[in-house]
């Protein structure tokens, strides 16, 4: 399973909701074919898929598009409360050293997707992150969303007098993303750099933390401790491959390949795996399809024709064949259903 498929608290939901809403878009925009609820909003103690979180982000950046920018100014927004019981374990702290160590030991409490790998020199410490594997947009947003969050974090835990050396990113922008990047605590944002790293000297790590509180750190990490030993080692494939079909995008139903790539196993071990589960891959290939059309279909944007193509059918008839198959009704009188009995000039 991928290093990213841990459950998470509502917080980074909470602040891409946020996010979004500033830059004009609507809830059910945000959250749509996430499978979150409002509901879910309002409970406190609700736990997402990564995935969920995944297709909400895919939804960002769809609409808004720059992922680099995007993600950048997007980790600004994680100030260490939006980590809960993990950020105070963090800020409490006895030093800065402290704070670093027991952060990479408990990265599955945060939001990250990246991989975050430590390295230090005679003056410098470094933070390296790795690519999550996922369609380049959205990694994109991903690696400078998780930098961006971890530089703020690092300022909020260790004090405002907190910079950095440099922020380098490996990937570059398409030539249309032409606005400006922020400056990250005093670095330029460089791009094609080879490597994911935010550098910032060594000094910060062996200063006493300035509201470092022995007790509350113990306190804090204790509960950090037993949320992760609740976490499941190893979620269903099945129920994976469900909530990944709502991460990818639009045009692209999950493939085998894809999945025993993001599973860590092989094509062979994934349908042993998946027969065991009761299930197959011709079965989840079939419900990712059948579930994107009702989603293009009851959205009225696309002709019946579009959506055949699009969800990668030779032609017209075949796709009506399919859907009549999957559902006991044509695509055209479930269009119809969907809006009300409306006509929808198809």
Same mark, same amino acid.
């Given at each position: 399973?991928? %290093? #990213? ?13 946020? +996010?979004?809403? !500033? ?17 879910q909003? !309002? ?9 969920q979180?995944? /297709? ?5 950046v ?19 409360a *939006?980590?809960?019981? #993990? @950020? =105070?374990?963090?800020i409490?702290?006895?030093?800065? /050293?402290?704070?670093?160590q ?8 945060? %939001? ?11 003056? %410098?410490?470094?933070?390296?992150? @790795? ?9 994109? &947003?991903?690696?400078?969303?998780d ?17 950095? !050396?440099?922020f380098?990113?490996?990937?570059s ?11 990250? =605590?005093?670095?330029?944002?460089? =791009? @094609? ?22 007790a ?5 990490? *204790?509960?950090? /401790?037993?949320? =992760? ?10 129920? +994976? ?16 390949t ?13 349908? !042993? ?5 009761? *299930?197959?891959?011709?079965?989840? +290939? ?5 579930? /994107? ?9 696309l002709?019946? @024709? ?6 990668? &059918? ?11 198959? #999957? ?5 055209s ?14």
């Open positions: 399973m991928q %290093h #990213w498929a841990f459950s998470r608290g509502l917080g980074g939901i909470l602040v891409l909701i946020d +996010f979004a809403r !500033r830059h004009g878009m609507s809830l059910s925009d945000t959250l749509a074919e996430s499978g979150i609820t409002q509901a909003l !309002r409970q406190p103690n609700a736990d997402v898929a990564a995935t979180e995944l /297709r909400v982000i895919a939804n960002i769809q609409r808004l598009g720059d992922p680099v920018r995007l993600g950048l100014d997007m980790g600004l927004s994680f100030h260490f *939006t980590y809960g019981i #993990w @950020g =105070l374990a963090l409490s702290s006895a030093t800065g /050293r402290d704070a670093m027991f952060a990479l030991r408990s990265l599955p409490l945060t %939001h990250a997707f990246t991989t975050i790998d430590y390295e230090e020199t005679e003056h %410098h410490a470094a933070l390296v992150f @790795g690519e999550p594997g996922l369609p380049a947009d959205l990694e994109a &947003f991903l690696i400078a969303r930098m961006a969050a971890a530089s703020l974090l690092q300022r909020e835990v260790m004090g405002p007098d907190f910079v950095l !050396r440099r380098t990113l490996a990937m922008r398409p030539c249309e993303d032409t606005a400006a990047l922020p400056d990250i =605590l005093g670095a330029e944002v460089e =791009l @094609g750099a080879g490597c994911n790293r935010i550098v910032f000297d060594r000094v910060f790590l062996e200063r006493p933390l300035p509201q470092a509180n022995a509350t750190a113990a306190m804090c990490q *204790t509960l950090c /401790r037993h949320q =992760l030993d609740r976490q499941p080692a190893s979620p269903p494939i099945a129920g +994976f491959a469900s909530h990944y079909r709502n991460a990818a995008p639009a045009s692209a139903p999950v493939r085998l894809e999945l025993a790539r993001m599973t860590n196993v092989s094509e062979r071990t994934l349908k !042993r795996r998946l027969k065991a589960e009761g *299930t197959s891959f011709r079965a989840l +290939f079939a419900e990712s399809r059948r579930a /994107r059309a009702e989603t293009l279909l009851a959205a009225n944007r002709s019946i @024709g579009d959506i055949a193509a699009e969800l990668g &059918f030779s032609d017209l008839s075949s796709f009506s064949q399919a859907f009549k198959r #999957w559902t006991g009704v044509a695509p009188a479930y269009r119809r259903q969907a809006l009300g009995g409306e006509t929808s000039g198809d």
